[in-house]
């Protein structure tokens, strides 16, 4: 009897620790559509590794990249049910769901990447970041998506009419095809992962992107020209989703914020030295890359301001976002 009862205060015991270890290790699911390495994928894994030493190992971050979960509008459907814990994609995606995410993807708004940086990682990005809550996730932080740029299989693009007749993949959201139709091309919205055979059948002339995505999703190998427009500076986004955001105590949700804020620099200096590699690789690949006049594209934005920046609201995030030095 002795003998039994201890057998079963060990077995308890066993039980307890287990049922502590499982019940303390939960492992969270976070998508990206790029490759291991490249700079949002490492700066979620950095966060993850935050929170891991923050929570004393009770939470940790396994980020899927290269679009293992799917292209980003499935991915951002997924979060927002709780299908998956964590999401980093582009502001872009958002727009037809989140007003306030229309103003940093609207085109030349930021003066530049420095600008764009001050900007998101201050109060009017907080503001922003705030905007995504009602819409079943949970703004974390912004990183940098770089400026995006016209590439082309066909010619080198100098002024706004050589783009005319033209066709590029644009992101899925409206501004995008309006800015497209504003420089006299015409626009197809299309998931990131179809860009490249887009591009090789001949389905579009080309597309738009900063110097990483252009060089790792190998777009470089079927679009050699490369024209610095830097017509957008679209901020990159990590959110968490509201189901499981709503699991955390207060405590570790400060935690999840700060660790998330934490990253940002993490993820600025991991991208400037990409954008300088990526630039390398491709131009050792023979992509031509030329320099223009960006005040006509800035101009002829005019008609997509009117029709998109109508609510008063985002009329006032527009002056003080220019207002920003
Ligand atoms: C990249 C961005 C991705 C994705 C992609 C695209 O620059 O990091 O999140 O939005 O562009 O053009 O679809």
């Known amino acids: 009897m002795l003998h039994f009862r201890k057998l079963a205060a060990a077995a308890a015991v066993v039980a307890l ?12 699911r976070s998508s990206d559509t790029h490759p291991d390495g490249y700079p949002t994928v490492e700066a979620v894994k950095y966060f993850g590794e935050l929170i891991k030493e923050r929570t004393s190992g009770r939470y940790s971050v396994e980020v899927y990249h290269s679009a293992q979960l799917g292209q980003e509008a499935d991915t951002i459907e997924q979060v927002r049910t709780g299908v998956i814990d964590l999401n980093r994609v582009s502001m872009g ?8 995410t229309t103003i940093p993807s609207l085109p030349y708004i930021f003066r530049s990447v420095e600008h764009a940086r001050k ?3 201050g109060p009017i990005g907080d503001e922003i970041l705030a905007a995504f809550e009602p819409h079943g996730v949970v703004g974390l932080a912004f990183y940098d998506g770089g400026a995006r740029s016209f590439y082309n299989s066909k010619k080198a693009i100098t002024s706004i009419d050589d783009l005319k007749g ?4 644009v992101m899925q ?5 309006d800015m497209v139709a504003a420089l006299g091309a015409s626009a197809t919205p299309m998931p990131y992962g179809e860009v490249y055979t887009g591009i ?3 389905v579009i002339d080309g597309a738009e992107n900063n110097f990483p995505s252009y060089d790792t999703a190998k777009h470089a190998e079927v679009a050699k020209f490369f024209s610095l427009d830097e017509h957008l500076i679209v901020p990159e986004v990590l959110v968490m989703s509201k189901v499981r955001w709503d699991q955390l105590s207060p405590e570790d949700q400060t935690i999840f914020r700060q660790a998330a804020k934490d990253s940002v620099q993490k993820q600025y200096e991991l991208w400037d030295a990409q ?9 050792a690949g023979g992509s031509k890359i030329n320099e223009l006049d960006k005040q006509a594209f ?8 009117d029709k998109h920046v109508t609510d008063p609201k985002l009329q006032d995030l527009v002056k003080r976002i220019q207002e920003t030095q």
């Open 17 to 28: 620790s287990f049922a502590g270890t499982a019940g303390a290790q939960t492992v969270l």
């Open 93 to 100: 995606p958002w727009n037809g769901l989140i007003p306030e």
């Open 119 to 121: 900007v998101m990682n």
């Open 166 to 169: 033209m066709k590029f993949r």
């Open 173 to 177: 959201s409206d501004i995008f095809v």
């Open 200 to 202: 090789e059948t001949g």
């Open 275 to 283: 954008v300088a590699k990526s630039r390398e690789t491709v131009e």
């Open 298 to 305: 800035i101009d002829a934005m005019k008609p997509v301001y």
